[in-house]
């Protein structure tokens, strides 16, 4: 069974420029979630979606946001690219609703500069 | 608001050196307890979710407990391959709560041979 597929692995963006960043859950997860890791800030929790609604969203601006579509697969958004924004973004799918069991995928590595 | 405190920041054990990681939680209604394991340029992966207090769960080298208010990682025997950083993530109860954990930053192992 495939694992968790995040597209790109690395990109390098320049500030104000926005970003895409795609997530392909494990075959049949309907749950995906996404978080930024960051040295200082370890993971912090960005957004879940399940059956393409958005279920809960952490404490980011509104310039990060993201989508889900009716094969599960997510995408997430970040508008005027901020320095700080330079961060480790992982996407994460689950089978069930409710469980902290979370598939993380390699994660896609963004550097601002 | 739910935090996560890990301690030690980072651990050097010699192969063999029997040691614990700690995980010390505050959240305003515990549904789940988990240990995660981060190699690096990987995403983390699942090793143990804990519900109650006095739960203990086994893997290999690894034993993982729980009281009301932290949980321990005890490795026994470590090998080099147990070389990770270790993460630990709450989840709380609440239709809101989703699957949305809140991560500590982490306790960064290295079993030297």
């Known amino acids: 069974k495939a694992g968790v597929t995040q597209t790109p692995r690395y990109l390098i963006k320049t500030r104000g420029q926005q970003v895409t960043l795609s997530c392909s859950p494990i075959?049949?997860?309907?749950?995906v979630s996404w978080y930024q890791q960051t040295p200082g800030q370890g993971l912090q929790f960005l957004f879940e979606y399940f059956s393409e609604t958005q279920r809960n969203k952490g404490n980011f601006p509104g310039r990060f946001s993201g989508r889900q579509f009716s094969n599960s697969r997510s995408e997430m958004n970040v508008s005027t690219l901020e320095l700080g924004d330079s961060a480790l973004y992982l996407c994460?799918?689950?089978?069930?609703?409710?469980?902290?069991?979370?598939?993380f995928g390699e994660g896609s590595r963004l550097t601002v500069l | 608001e739910d935090q996560v405190t890990q301690s030690p920041e980072a651990l050097r054990l010699q192969e063999g050196e029997s040691s614990s990681l700690n995980c010390s939680y505050t959240?305003?209604?515990?549904?789940?307890l988990f240990w995660y394991r981060q190699d690096p340029g990987k995403g983390p992966e699942f090793l143990f979710t804990l519900y109650s207090a006095g739960e203990e769960k086994e893997k290999e080298r690894l034993k993982a407990t729980l009281t009301k208010k932290e949980s321990f990682l005890h490795i026994t025997a470590p090998k080099p391959e147990d070389s990770a950083t270790y993460l630990c993530a709450v989840q709380a109860v609440g239709e809101t709560s989703g699957s949305r954990l809140t991560f500590g930053e982490g306790t960064q192992l290295t079993v030297n041979p």
């Open positions: 959240v305003s209604g515990l549904r789940g």
């Open positions: 994460a799918s689950s089978s069930q609703a409710y469980t902290g069991e979370l598939f």
């Open positions: 075959s049949g997860h309907r749950s």
